[in-house]
T-cell receptor
Framework: AQSVTQLDSQVPVFEEAPVELRCNYS??????LFWYVQYPNQGLQLLLK??????LVKGINGFEAEFNKSQTSFHLRKPSVHISDTAEYFC??????????????FGRGTQLTVWP | NAGVTQTPKFRVLKTGQSMTLLCAQD?????MYWYRQDPGMGLRLIHY???????AKGEVPDGYNVSRLKKQNFLLGLESAAPSQTSVYFC?????????????FGDGTRLSIL
């Protein structure tokens, strides 16, 4: 079975502070990993993805994530957040083989709220 | 660039009514998906399609039907709407030619069942 766990449902931070949104997954096969962002009343937008290679992945809006295979984690980080980063963030995993090819499995989301 | 377009954007139904949600993509993607999003639940897969004329069940298929008569369109039907189907519905598409391709999402349909 595959699953994605986002450890924090809500993360409040002050503007210009660093933030880390945590994501762990479980899988017995190789995975592809994604972070999506959802602004209010909008669809999901790809923030970054890990397919292979370097474990540190850089995305849009100054976000980055690190793939840690031994800890089965893919945590999202930003060194200094802005109020405009307030949104819901979803971690997702897909697999490169088998009957589930192409399907995305989502975590339950983390609401990031940035305060002035 | 239209990408993935969902219609309608909002709808209010009465219990027992039927309706169809339309998803259209202009990226020539083979794979299309319907999700529902509920507070604290993330996105859950309802049905998906791996090509024209094919459909398959996802995690929460009960109460929904789908059709993929044309490659660019993926329809989601509610035959007899129930209050438990009040949700935000998202359509997505992807091209798996390279493996690990991200899904592209529409802006959602907000559906309320009274």
């Amino acid at each position: 079975a595959q699953s994605v766990t986002q450890l924090d449902s809500q993360v409040p931070v002050f503007e210009e502070a660093p933030v880390e949104l945590r994501c762990n997954y479980s899988s017995s096969v190789s995975v592809y990993l994604f972070w999506y962002v959802q602004y209010p009343n909008q669809g999901l937008q790809l923030l970054l993805k890990y397919l292979s290679g370097s474990t540190l992945v850089k995305g849009i809006n100054g976000f980055e994530a690190e793939f840690n295979k031994s800890q089965t984690s893919f945590h999202l980080r930003k060194p200094s957040v802005h109020i405009s980063d307030t949104a819901e963030y979803f971690c997702a995993v897909s697999f490169d083989r088998g009957s589930t090819l192409g399907r995305l499995y989502f975590g339950r989301g983390t609401q990031l709220t940035v305060w002035p | 660039n239209a990408g993935v377009t969902q219609t309608p954007k909002f709808r209010v139904l009465k219990t027992g009514q039927s309706m169809t949600l339309l998803c259209a993509q202009d990226m020539n993607h083979e794979y299309m998906y319907w999700y529902r999003q509920d507070p604290g639940m993330g996105l859950r897969l309802i049905h998906y399609s791996v090509g024209e004329g094919t459909t398959a069940k996802g995690e929460v298929p009960d109460g929904y039907n789908v059709s993929r008569l044309k490659k660019q369109n993926f329809l989601l039907g509610l035959e007899s709407a129930a209050p438990s189907q009040t949700s935000v519905y998202f359509c997505a598409s992807t091209d798996l030619s390279g493996g690990g391709q991200p899904q592209h999402f529409g802006d959602g349909t907000r559906l309320s069942i009274l």
